[in-house]
T-cell receptor, first 116, second 113 residues
Framework: GAVVSQHPSRVICKSGTSVKIECRSL??????MFWYRQFPKQSLMLMAT?????????EQGVEKDKFLINHASLTLSTLTVTSAHPEDSSFYIC????????????FGAGTRLSVL | DAKTTQPTSMDCAEGRAANLPCNHS???????VYWYRQIHSQGPQYIIH???NNETNEMASLIITEDRKSSTLILPHATLRDTAVYYC??????????????FGQGTELSVKP
């Protein structure tokens, strides 16, 4: 079946540094990918829609200058958390829908970000 | 997209069927019902979806009422590995490649020995 790979699985960084998270669709092309954030004991919150070859679409309340999204190829989207602070510590998850499967999406395993 | 309502939590004995309800009383005629689950500290996993007919796959069965205002996900023989948060999402089928999914709070299913 379709596989989405997310890297790294865990990252610890100092406050003020930037962190890049990669999301790859391994056996299909994805013109669209999605980025979610999840705080402990809460549901997934959609952050943005990553569009190949064009700007990402951000959900209301998500700072586009803080969460930079790049979708440079049909199999790779990256999320960069710029100038990370402790309140950015969270579980970040990406997803991608294989073509022709409607709203079925495949999710990465997630990235646990801890900002000290 | 239609709003869904699910119980916050449920318990199920190992080996028994787990029946997870979802209410979507405002569903539109062209909206599908999707079920995903999230095992702790992992990314969500697609389970099943349907429009109006009952559906079955290797993971589960989906029963949708005739008026489509509610549905039930059935895990026929729950195992400890089925312990997870189960999300019911109602969504219009979008083009060739899917649209965004909005997750509610879901049902936390605990399968007990």
């Amino acid at each position: 079946g379709a596989v989405v790979s997310q890297h790294p699985s865990r990252v610890i960084c100092k406050s003020g540094t930037s962190v890049k998270i990669e999301c790859r669709s391994l056996d299909f092309q994805a013109t669209t990918m999605f980025w979610y954030r999840q705080f402990p004991k809460q549901s997934l919150m959609l952050m943005a829609t990553s569009n190949e070859g064009s700007k990402a679409t951000y959900e209301q309340g998500v700072e586009k200058d803080k969460f930079l999204i790049n979708h440079a190829s049909l199999t790779l989207s990256t999320l960069t958390v710029t100038s990370a602070h402790p309140e950015d510590s969270s579980f970040y998850i990406c997803s991608a829908p294989p073509p022709g499967h409607g709203n079925i999406q495949y999710f990465g395993a997630g990235t646990r970000l801890s900002v000290l | 997209d239609a709003k869904t309502t699910q119980p916050t939590s449920m318990d199920c004995a190992e080996g028994r069927a787990a029946n997870l309800p979802c209410n979507h009383s405002t569903i539109s005629g062209n909206e599908y019902v999707y079920w995903y689950r999230q095992i702790h500290s992992q990314g969500p996993q697609y389970i099943i979806h349907g429009l109006k007919n009952n559906e079955t796959n290797e993971m589960a069965s989906l029963i949708i009422t005739e008026d489509r205002k509610s549905s039930t996900l059935i895990l026929p023989h729950a195992t400890l590995r089925d312990t997870a948060v189960y999300y019911c999402i109602v969504r219009v089928q979008v083009g060739n490649q899917g649209g965004k999914l909005i997750f509610g709070q879901g049902t936390e299913l605990s399968v007990k020995p």
